[in-house]
Every structure is written in structure tokens, then in C-alpha cells.
């Protein structure tokens, strides 16, 4: 799925990630510890992505807001993004600036290599 996440909407489920659930007053307090939002805007954009799908809650007063999809979900649909907006669905040209530009140690180096031969085995 594409969730098009936008940066303000990371940071929300970031917290939520790590600490769910949390009353709204406990998500309000946690993201105005490493944020400038006002209250006000984070219960806009809490509502608007219990809309969009991306949270979800149980319960009434207080309700208990959990993230409504998985880290490795929205990764993934961010990647799949960044391929084709960036680097036109070519995959190969998205590994080839990364490794150019990435500085790359020899143990990330070794990883990518039983990456690949993982994959290559598994076909």
C-alpha cells in the first residue's frame, strides 16, 4: 500500500512506534518534548490520520491511539516511492548512487553482499 507519509506524520508515528498506546494528552506531551507544535496541531494532524487510516484508537475518553500500520510497512512504501519519483522505478541506478554517494564501511559492504547472495539463493 502507498501511504505517502508526510515528515510531521512520521514524527507521530515514530512516537507511537516506540511507546503504543498513549492517550492523546500522552502523545500531545511526548511530541512536545522533541517538537514546537501546539497542542492544537497535533490533534489536527492526529485526526486527520486516523482519517487517512495511518492510526487508530480503542476506546472513548481517553482513547488509546496505536499506529495503524507497521515500521517496515511505511519503510517500504517510502522506498518504493523514493525509487520512482528519484530514480525512475530503476533499481539499479538508485544501488549505484548509493553506493557512490553512501560512505560505506567494509562490514556494510559485506552485509550488502549476503543481501544479495541471499536473494540470488532464494530464487
Same mark, same amino acid.
Given at each position: 500500500m502507498d501511504y505517502k507519509l508526510n515528515p510531521s506524520e512520521w514524527r507521530v508515528l515514530q512516537t507511537l512506534w516506540g511507546h503504543a498506546p498513549q492517550t492523546l494528552m500522552q502523545l500531545v506531551s511526548n511530541l512536545q518534548r522533541s517538537t514546537d507544535w501546539s497542542a492544537?496541531? &497535533? !490533534?489536527?494532524?492526529?485526526?486527520?490520520?486516523?482519517? !487517512? /487510516?495511518?492510526?487508530?484508537? $480503542? %476506546?472513548?475518553?481517553? @482513547?488509546? #491511539? #496505536?499506529? %495503524? &500500520? *507497521? !515500521?517496515?510497512? =511505511? =519503510?517500504?512504501? $517510502?522506498? *518504493? *516511492? +523514493? +525509487?520512482? @519519483? =528519484?530514480? %525512475? /522505478?530503476?533499481? /539499479?541506478? +538508485?544501488?549505484?548512487?548509493?553506493i557512490d554517494n553512501a560512505k560505506l564501511s567494509k562490514g556494510d559492504l559485506e552485509e550488502l553482499y549476503d543481501m544479495l547472495r541471499q536473494a540470488e539463493d532464494s530464487l
Amino acid at each position: 500500500m502507498d501511504y505517502k507519509l508526510n515528515p510531521s506524520e512520521w514524527r507521530v508515528l515514530q512516537t507511537l512506534w516506540g511507546h503504543a498506546p498513549q492517550t492523546l494528552m500522552q502523545l500531545v506531551s511526548n511530541l512536545q518534548r522533541s517538537t514546537d507544535w501546539s497542542a492544537s496541531t &497535533i !490533534k489536527t494532524l492526529v485526526s486527520r490520520m486516523t482519517d !487517512k /487510516g495511518v492510526l487508530r484508537f $480503542e %476506546g472513548e475518553r481517553p @482513547r488509546l #491511539y #496505536y499506529p %495503524g &500500520i *507497521q !515500521k517496515e510497512d =511505511a =519503510a517500504f512504501s $517510502e522506498t *518504493q *516511492q +523514493l +525509487l520512482s @519519483r =528519484a530514480f %525512475g /522505478g530503476n533499481f /539499479g541506478l +538508485l544501488m549505484s548512487n548509493f553506493i557512490d554517494n553512501a560512505k560505506l564501511s567494509k562490514g556494510d559492504l559485506e552485509e550488502l553482499y549476503d543481501m544479495l547472495r541471499q536473494a540470488e539463493d532464494s530464487l
